[in-house]
């Protein structure tokens, strides 16, 4: 069984991309599936993997989206839940068991619920079954600072947050490509073994499309997404992100 971090190179590798499509797609609740599956199914051998948010997952269920989780295996494409997952740990079990009986690869969790009774058993859990569990380290929004910059025993949030993604043994986590500076010390935290998620390019403005430096994938939505043509917008940020 491949881990959630070797299928993450492979797919990165045939694609010849490091983009993490985030499938955000926003307006009539009707219509989202169809217009998910057109951004897919035009961009699907230029990406690295998929995420899908609350924006799918609310109105769909994983019931109501198994024909996108189906379209990223068919096309070798590691498919991620962003739900920022925060609860104690019997909640959190049944969460990724249902993740992983619907085909998803890996789920994005909040580390400040701790690994006692909250993520310990998660993380012990995906792994046993070839899942991935990522953490969030620092969020790409101006209001992170509020929060995963906040001084706690002596040194700031995100530094203890990557601390904890290398003690526990995640396999990535997500630093925002706004701060470079922030993926580099957490670089030195985490080691090479844990990969770095970056979003926050592109339609949140900060960086460049293209920028991110250091971080392994870079998670892009809008600026693909709500694009005219999302797949000219895809090959358009490429080059930069390149696998
Ligand atoms: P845009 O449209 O801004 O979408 O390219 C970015 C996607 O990434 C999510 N996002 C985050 N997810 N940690 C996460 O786990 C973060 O720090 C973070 N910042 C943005 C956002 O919800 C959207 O799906």
């Not at 844990?194 to 499309?209: D, E, N, T, Y």
Request: with cysteine.
């Amino acid at each position: 069984m491949r881990t959630f971090r070797e299928r993450m190179m492979a797919s990165a590798k045939r694609s010849r991309s490091r983009v993490v499509l985030a499938l955000d797609i926003t307006g009539p609740h009707q219509t989202r599936l169809a217009r998910a599956e057109k951004v897919l199914d035009a961009t699907m051998d230029r990406i690295a993997a998929v995420k899908v948010n609350h924006q799918l997952l609310l109105p769909y269920g994983l019931e109501g989206i198994a024909r996108v989780v189906a379209k990223c295996h068919d096309g070798g494409l590691p498919i991620i839940a962003d739900l920022k997952m925060n609860d104690i740990e019997s909640t959190n079990l049944d969460i990724v068991d249902s993740l992983l009986a619907y085909g998803f690869d890996a789920v994005i969790a909040n580390p400040f619920v701790g690994r006692e009774e909250g993520l310990g058993g998660v993380i012990e859990r995906m792994h046993a079954k070839g899942g991935g569990v990522i953490l969030l380290v620092y969020m790409s929004h101006s209001g992170a600072r509020e929060g995963y910059a906040l001084r706690v025993a002596g040194k700031p949030l995100y530094r203890t947050f990557a601390a904890r993604a290398r003690d526990w043994g995640a396999d990535g986590v997500v630093v925002s490509a706004k701060s470079p500076e922030k993926i580099a010390e957490t670089r030195k935290i985490v080691g090479n073994n844990c990969l770095i998620f970056s979003p926050g390019v592109g339609a949140q403005g900060g960086a460049k499309l293209g920028a991110a430096p250091g971080a392994d994938f870079v998670i892009v939505g809008r600026s693909i997404t709500e694009a005219p043509n999302p797949r000219g917008a895809l090959m358009e940020i490429t080059p930069g992100l390149a696998a």
